[in-house]
């Protein structure tokens, strides 16, 4: 399945959360490296400890980077918690883990923002320091606070995800400051590069992970207005998602967890792919669907699936084509 | 030598920098614990990667805290470098070492001074929490600066403490803000009790360590006006300091590296304690000097130091009250 050149060195952009989307976001970035811009969900940035915290960019950052935990899934790898633990003997909040080797991250992103270093001005230059070569883009330079409205009230992200472990009922999502946000002009040009060939929605949680991007008005428009396919994955398996809250949430918002709901989620959406398991749903979805296996366990499965996007979206395109020429 | 209730409870205060002067404090902790207030020099304290540095401080409150690395002479015992690492991976300044059980403290003091907690609430919180018997007190709340004026031009501390590793020759130190620098009530408060028994100064670097702590106008003034002893321990053994470069500041400022300069540089002196390895300078002192062993290499010469200064102290108060009476 040698469909890396499907697009022959045309960009292509991915819209990634954390985890599940930095899995597909690896396999796409070892496929076609520099072609790829990653936009990546800040909803959940927040100031801890008086340090400024990106937890979906440095996902991506330490596992395209190659300094990632694989087993444990976030954080980085060899890490150590001594810093964690001389922070609870002095009273300090240990509630949300910040790894030693983890925090110079945090210290350095910290100090550059306040000394007028834009996010994304940092978070390129920092996956350049650690050889990245796709493009990593913070999808706005403006904080955008993701707030879970719970029956237990409204919680800050990273209460509800870390603190509480996603246990309140959700009963809606609320992108605080996404209204006065502004797309960069870095994502802007990628989402509207005249020879975009693919953008990919990695599996990353709808609800929590990519709607914060789209709430951002401008990158919204610019994804309506793309004329490259636009795919996604299903983060579902059978109904689950294989890490995070996303079947739970789903439910609490009286959706149907399946992959038919995924694809009505994304109305700008060409195609999804979706999980042998759920093989039988691609009838229902009133869209192109290409049936994989998702469920990305070995860094194999993260390049053949990213293959299998780029190779869906290189279809789709040609269909497209078709259509427009018909 | 059970000289420890010489004063019965009567308060005693020490002035103390980093290392040495730590030691000698530790020793006094031990004896008379409550009843000793420790004002500390902050002229070392510094912003280093957005984070409030108190060297000295620290160095006291990990010592007396029992938390200090002895062997290393600075820092926290069992202390890693994951952080420092890390962060020179990803290109941040390494000069200045942070580990990793350390960061906690300047990450929390940095929130808590942020938060508009003072640095005095913050130093005596912590002291207290690490079941440290003693007060500690930071010589002021504001910023003094101690800069090293050099040969190769003016230096802040750490630059040229850490840095440059006391290369350059120095001409003359500078304390930044001392002159607008107003003394805690808690530290005037301290020097005016009633009952002080004593002061004691510590084998600090008098010109690095303790003269920050004189350059506060009030603090000097409250001094002045001590009518308890104010004994002095050396940091000389033989014209030199057992650690950090006493002696070669001494020859760069053009003062004999002897315990007779040591003497003179405390004009509110009552008296001054030297090593053995200097008995012969005691008479060349205009003051009184009780000769000891100054070198604290075991936690019992810590113990017996500490003893002796409290003894030496009681010896100068029983005089004084002679010379009062007569």
Known sequence: ??????????????????????????????????????????GDDFEHLGLHVSPDIDTVVYTLGGLSDVERGWGRADETWNF??????????????????DLAMHVERTQALRGGTTLTEFTTAMARRLGIAATLLPMSDDRVETMVMTADGPLPFQRYFVGL?????????????AERAVATQQV?????????????????????????????????KALDAVKAPIVAVSPLIG????????????????????????????PFLSGLIIDETDREEADKIEMPVHVAST???SFEDRDRLAAECLKFAAQLSIVRKGESAA
């Open 1 to 42: 399945m040698s469909t890396a050149s499907a697009f022959k060195g045309k960009p292509v952009v991915a819209l990634c959360g954390g985890v599940g989307g930095a899995k597909l976001a690896l396999g796409l970035n070892r496929l076609i490296g520099a072609d790829l811009t990653i936009i990546v969900n800040t």
């Open 84 to 101: 964690m633990a001389s922070l609870g003997d002095l009273g300090g909040e240990t509630w949300f883990r910040l790894g030693d080797r």
């Open 165 to 177: 472990q996603c246990a309140p009922v959700v009963q809606r999502l609320e992108f605080k400051g």
């Open 188 to 220: 802007l040009s990628a989402l509207r590069h005249p020879d975009l060939a693919a953008v990919i929605i990695c599996p990353s949680n709808p609800y929590l992970s990519v709607d914060p991007i789209l709430a951002v008005a401008d990158i919204r």
């Open 239 to 266: 109904g689950q998602a294989v890490k995070g809250p996303t079947a739970k949430i789903m439910a609490e918002l009286g959706l149907p967890a399946d992959s038919v709901t995924i694809a009505r989620h994304y």
């Open 295 to 297: 469920w990305m366990r």
